[in-house]
Every structure is written in structure tokens, then in C-alpha cells.
């Protein structure tokens, strides 16, 4: 399996997934309360769900720089900005919306092999704290690049659930429902 036909997808997938959450989480609060589901977090110590879902848009798009071996663009820094941010700044839901729209634009717009390059690039993952790691593409992919990336999707999916927005394994796995073998749907 390439990177590209691993990682677009899985992002896709899981963005849209996100999308549909917070879609939810507007038809199921009032509007004053549902913005306010952006501040909430799952421990004192952890980022709010504005910054898990900024991060996750971060994570998907800075992946097909890295395994293209260009720069990071100055939006993506601006983007983790955003997210370290977002305790104070935590926007609107338009905004993650918006967010998680113009990740989904980067994957439309890649060649179906864009990141199949990058499997034996060297990658230098350089974190804000000093701590530097040697990677293959490939190591990249597969060990931080989805880790982190599901990391704040699922913590996303956490605080709504746990902020009491009614959503189930089927919202975590929505895109599954493309290849149901017909008939097969339980009726209850």
C-alpha cells in the first residue's frame, strides 16, 4: 500500500467524520452552548476541542509536505498558532468547519501518487520542545503522522461525547457504510 492511497483517504475519511460531529453538535444544542462545546476539554491539562480539531487539519496537511520534501507552508504555521491558541481564541464552529474544509481541499487536489515518493525521504520531525526525530517517510506515516493524527481525532470525538452530544461507533466510522454487502442492514 503507498502513502497516498493510506493517507488521503484515512484523512478524508476522518475529516469529514469530524465535519459531521460538530454538524451534530449544532443540531443538538442551542447555538450559545454549542459554541461554547469549542472550550471544552477532557482533562484541565489538555487542549479544548477547538485546538483538537486545528491540530488534526495540521497533522493531515503537514504530512503531504513532508513526504513531498517541501517546506511547511507559513499557514500551517499559523494553523498550529491557532490551536496552541485556542484555549483563549477558541473561534467558531464556522470556523473549524473552515478549517477542516481547506484540509479536504488539499487532498482533492493531490495526484493520485503525490506522496508515494516520500516512503524512503528522510524526515527530520523537529518538535517545539527541542526533541528532534530521524525518520524514513515511510516510519513517518505509519508512526507519527496517523498516531498523531487519530490522537486528535478521537480526543475530539471524546469531549463531544463527553460534553453529552449523542454520537456512536457508526458517526466514528461513517465512511464504513459505502461498502455494506446489501441486505445486511439491521432494521432495529
Known amino acids: ?18 465535519s459531521a460531529w460538530l454538524d451534530k453538535a449544532q443540531q443538538q444544542v442551542p447555538a450559545p452552548e454549542a459554541e461554547a462545546l469549542l472550550s471544552a476539554r477532557l482533562a484541565p491539562d489538555m487542549f479544548p476541542l477547538s485546538s ?4 488534526a487539519c495540521l497533522q493531515a496537511q503537514e504530512a503531504t509536505h513532508r ?3 517541501e517546506p511547511l507552508p507559513d499557514t500551517l504555521d ?11 481564541q477558541p473561534g467558531s464552529i464556522a470556523d473549524a468547519q473552515a478549517r477542516i474544509r481547506e484540509a479536504l481541499h488539499v487532498f482533492d487536489t493531490l495526484q493520485p501518487d503525490a506522496l508515494d515518493g516520500g516512503a524512503q525521504r528522510p524526515i527530520a520531525l523537529e518538535l517545539p520542545n527541542g526533541m528532534v526525530f530521524d525518520m524514513t517517510g515511510e516510519t513517518y506515516a505509519r508512526d507519527w503522522a496517523l ?5 486528535h481525532v478521537v480526543t475530539a470525538y471524546a469531549i463531544l461525547r463527553g460534553q453529552g452530544i449523542d454520537l ?3 458517526d466514528y466510522v461513517a465512511h ?6 446489501p441486505g445486511t ?3 432495529a
Request: hydrophobic share 45%; aromatic share 14%; glycine share 8%.
Open 1 to 18: 500500500m503507498s502513502e497516498t492511497t493510506l493517507l488521503v483517504p484515512t484523512y478524508t475519511n476522518m475529516l469529514q467524520a469530524l
Open 52 to 55: 483538537q480539531v486545528r491540530f
Open 67 to 69: 513526504l513531498r520534501g
Open 78 to 88: 499559523a494553523l498550529a498558532s491557532e490551536g496552541r491558541n485556542a484555549g483563549d
Open 147 to 151: 498516531a498523531q493524527f487519530y490522537f
Open 168 to 170: 456512536g461507533k457508526a
Open 176 to 181: 464504513m457504510f459505502a461498502y455494506i454487502r
Open 185 to 187: 442492514m439491521p432494521s
